[in-house]
């Protein structure tokens, strides 16, 4: 057991015995494979309550892992949900590689029923595991405690915010002791009314297969939302809800009815109107360098040690983005003397040319990233656009785009917070300042989109920066100023402009 669940249990200990009636929990954890019929014995043959609680957590405190999990579920399945929140923050990590006798691949003939009942997709055909994130999804959905809420799963295109959320639920103990009523996958996407009317009526359907509620479907959406919770609610008790891919909020309002939710999505700020507790979890951009290695060893039947330097170049060209990893890893797959090809298209930003189809939604890197921006509110686009002149790895201050846009630091900021919560930039808080960059895709993409626009976008920025500090001089104790130290040069040159009057 890890030492900081084994703490846990210790500090609690007093807590537990002093409360817990074992019968029921011993069941449960029977049932998991986690305690004997001779250890519930050796616990029943102890004469008082406190006795029988005192050895039965001594037992556990000399197991692993997966008995701790086991007690913790047989205390929230029995009514010890107080009890159980002592317990939570020395849950271990979930490996999802020992889970049960019969599992092939870590995955029990129980879980895969589940999943597959409930249109929670598959493994890709090429994976690579990402423990940490997936522990923190599973965290965030303790926390749940059973209660309605949602677990929000955001970052840019291609993260593998999708892959992440089915992983999550991918595990026997998980599974049993969170969610025993099952988990049902919805793939949302961007959607007209009619569209979700179809979504939530085909949801409906698969919910009440025996026709049990009702033998027609929902004629509208307030209809489906009620038809939804009443089947929640008294056909599907502590189920999970996973929504895939949602782009605007309005269209969770449907769903919005005492569900316990788990969703994916681009715009963190989807769930801004709906009621109940939120967690949030952010997939980081980008595979460190020995997971994007691994993809591309196992797309091409390679050994890690044996891959070409340009396999190297082509996870730090890409930062690790593991979308463009795997669609250049099904492509050497097809063609493996292309690696010279691949990497040089990344370089030079051809992204059209790196098309192939895979696990993800999109075929191609532009027809990913170019999506999220199409989405933007019209007013805002052209802002968007005017990031192209942005470096990479160069976070700028607010105060520059004030001076880009003419515009107040708050309205700055909440165009700005606008982009953030689409996974469309970033924001690097330190203290009461804010700096905002770019991901390097995200460069490419924009200079490759905008290349005709790009003098003209520089000339933009100069001019502006002359109408500003035409009457004021520049001062070192400026946030802006280190910014135009070091970039005004690249800006007039980009704009071919020799000199600043």
């Known amino acids: 057991m890890d030492a900081k669940a084994r703490n846990c249990l210790l500090q609690h200990r007093e807590a537990l015995e002093k409360d817990i009636k074992t019968s029921y929990i011993m069941d449960r954890m029977i049932n998991d494979g986690v305690l004997t019929v001779s250890e519930e014995e050796k616990v029943k043959n102890e004469p008082t309550q406190q006795q029988r609680a005192a050895l039965l957590i001594k037992m556990i405190l000399k197991k692993d892992n997966y008995s701790y999990i086991s007690f913790y579920n047989a205390l929230i399945h029995e009514g010890y949900k107080d009890l159980a929140a002592l317990l939570q923050s020395g849950i271990p990590v979930i490996s ?83 969610f025993p009523g099952g988990v049902h996958w919805v793939s949302v996407g961007k959607q007209d009314k009619s569209g979700l009317l179809m979504k939530l009526q085909n949801l409906c359907t698969r919910l009440d297969q025996d026709e049990s509620f009702s033998q027609r479907l929902p004629l509208n959406i307030e209809e489906a939302k009620d038809r939804l919770r009443i089947l929640m609610l008294r056909k599907h008790p502590r189920s999970l809800l996973i929504l895939d891919d949602v782009w605007d909020p309005w269209v969770l309002k449907a769903f919005d009815n005492q569900c316990q939710i788990l969703l994916t999505t681009r715009d963190k700020s989807v769930t801004d109107s709906v009621m109940g507790p939120k967690y949030v979890v952010s997939v980081e951009s980008g595979l460190g360098k020995e997971k994007g290695l691994e993809i591309l060893s196992l797309f091409v039947n390679m050994k890690k040690a044996d891959l070409p330097e340009q396999a190297h170049s082509i996870i730090k060209e890409c930062k690790g983005s593991p979308l463009v990893v795997s669609l250049i890893g099904a492509l050497l797959r097809d063609f493996p003397n292309r690696w010279d090809y691949y990497l040089r298209q990344l370089q030079n930003k051809q992204f059209k040319r790196i098309r192939k189809s895979s696990s993800y939604d999109y075929e191609a890197l532009d027809e990913a990233m170019s999506i999220s921006v199409e989405m933007l509110r019209e007013d805002i686009k052209d802002y968007y656009t005017d990031l192209s002149i942005l470096q990479k790895d160069v976070k700028v201050p607010t105060k520059v785009l004030c001076i880009l846009w003419d515009m107040e630091t708050e309205e700055v900021e909440d165009i700005l917070q606008e982009f953030v919560n689409k996974s469309l930039l970033f924001c690097d808080r330190n203290g009461k300042s804010f700096c905002y960059y770019l991901h390097d895709l995200q460069v490419d993409f ?51 402009m020799h000199k600043v009057r």
């Open 96 to 178: 999802s590689s020992s889970g049960g006798k019969d599992s092939v691949g870590g995955i029990t003939s129980y879980v895969k029923t589940v999943l597959c009942e409930g249109g929670v997709p598959q493994r890709p055909v090429v994976f690579v595991t990402r423990k940490k994130l997936v522990n923190a999804i599973q965290q965030n959905l303790l926390k749940l405690n059973g209660e309605p809420g949602w677990v929000v799963i955001y970052g840019m295109a291609g993260c593998g915010k999708s892959v992440l959320a089915a992983e999550s639920v991918r595990d026997h103990f998980f599974l049993d002791g969170c």
């Open 446 to 496: 924009l200079i490759e989109k905008n290349r005709n626009q790009l003098q003209n976008l520089h000339k933009k920025i100069i001019t502006q920066f002359q109408k500003h500090y035409q009457p004021h001089t520049l001062s070192p104790d400026q946030e802006d100023c280190m910014y135009w130290y070091n970039f005004l040069a690249y800006h007039m040159g980009s704009a071919n």
